[in-house]
């Protein structure tokens, strides 16, 4: 089992849908927590960073943490064409340096 | 400010050769990091260098390696490529190492070993 799941969809929406991605976890020593954007052809593009438990808005992106149920989200409010691309979310250990744990990504396609 | 650049962005080699791809990372951070990213894997990671010390490394084989210079470019090195190291590799700075410096990535350099 890995350490991070990630559904890998493909997930479809119509144009202004409210979008929910998540990822469970098993190490409980993870304490930074990211979610990046990618599209094809590109490297991950860092979209919100947190740390330990709790929320964090900006603009139309929210990342959510539940330490004690091993879970993260990122809602993606009003979603455009633009949004289409893959989401990885990402984790790390207090001491554990630049050593990131990826989910293995869930391809979001956000349709006129 | 310019991002992270990596070169070449695509690379052929054949099984056996070695080969070696360049990371310049952004202008005042000092970590740079490499990852492996494959369909069946996705992103794993490889190694940190910071301030040219290795400081973390991942479970990969020993013919994979790296090292990072004064100004902080850093190299990664694949000796006697197998077919099974194709991948996108990916370098990323963060201005220090750890929890509060968050990563930023290049495109990456896609390697193909036939």
């Known amino acids: 089992q890995k350490e991070v799941e990630q559904d890998p969809g493909p997930l479809s929406v119509p144009e202004g849908a409210i979008v929910s991605l998540n990822c469970t976890y098993s190490?409980?020593?993870?304490?930074?927590f990211m979610w990046y954007r990618q599209y094809s052809r590109k490297g991950p593009e860092l979209l919100m960073y947190t740390y330990s438990s709790g929320n964090k808005e900006d603009g139309r992106f929210t990342a959510q943490v539940d330490k004690s149920s091993k879970y993260i989200s990122l809602f993606i409010r009003d979603s455009q064409p633009s949004d289409s691309a893959t989401y990885l979310c990402a984790m790390s250990e207090e001491g554990g340096g630049n050593k990131l744990t990826f989910g293995t990504g869930t391809q979001l396609k956000v349709e006129l | 400010k310019a991002g992270v650049t990596q070169t070449p962005r695509y690379l052929i080699k054949t099984r056996g050769q070695q080969v070696t791809l360049s990371c310049s990372p952004i202008s005042g951070h000092r970590s740079v990091s490499w990852y492996q990213q494959t369909p069946g894997q996705g992103l794993q990671f490889l190694f940190e260098?910071?301030?040219?010390?290795?400081?973390n490394k991942g479970n990969f084989p020993g013919r994979f390696s790296g090292r990072q210079f004064s100004n902080s470019r850093s190299e990664m090195n694949v000796s006697t490529l197998e077919l099974g190291d194709s991948a996108l590799y990916l370098c990323?700075?963060?201005?220090?190492?750890?929890?509060?410096?968050?990563?930023?990535f290049g495109n990456g350099t896609r390697l193909t070993v036939t």
């Open positions: 260098y910071f301030s040219e010390t290795q400081r």
């Open positions: 190490n409980s020593a993870f304490q930074y």
């Open positions: 990323a700075s963060s201005v220090g190492t750890g929890g509060g410096s968050p990563l930023h």
